[in-house]
């Protein structure tokens, strides 16, 4: 049987200053893989590039180029209905 007082004012500080940040969602993944090619960044991980249009619902072949993937991810995204 525990209290029911309401936490102290450390103990409610504490919670909103050094809470976790929430991860990113599986389209803000794919905006940022894009955002960092487009400035000019060549991606070196074809496993993560496939983890991302994995989540985006895309079948992807092990054996796919990263540009091809790279391409349906930017495709996914122009049909996303939040696109930007």
């Known amino acids: 049987m525990g209290s029911h007082r309401q936490p102290g004012i450390f ?17 803000d993944r794919a905006r940022s893989l894009i955002a960092a090619i487009d400035r000019g960044g060549i991606p070196l991980n074809a496993a993560r590039i496939n ?7 895309l079948e992807v072949s ?9 391409q ?5 995204l122009a049909r996303a209905p939040d696109h930007d």
């Open 62 to 70: 092990p054996r796919a180029q990263p540009d091809e993937t790279v």
């Open 51 to 57: 983890a991302i249009a994995r989540d985006l619902g």
């Open 11 to 27: 103990a409610r500080l504490s919670a909103r200053l050094f809470r976790k940040p929430e991860a990113p969602g599986d389209y």
């Open 72 to 76: 349906r991810i930017r495709d996914a």
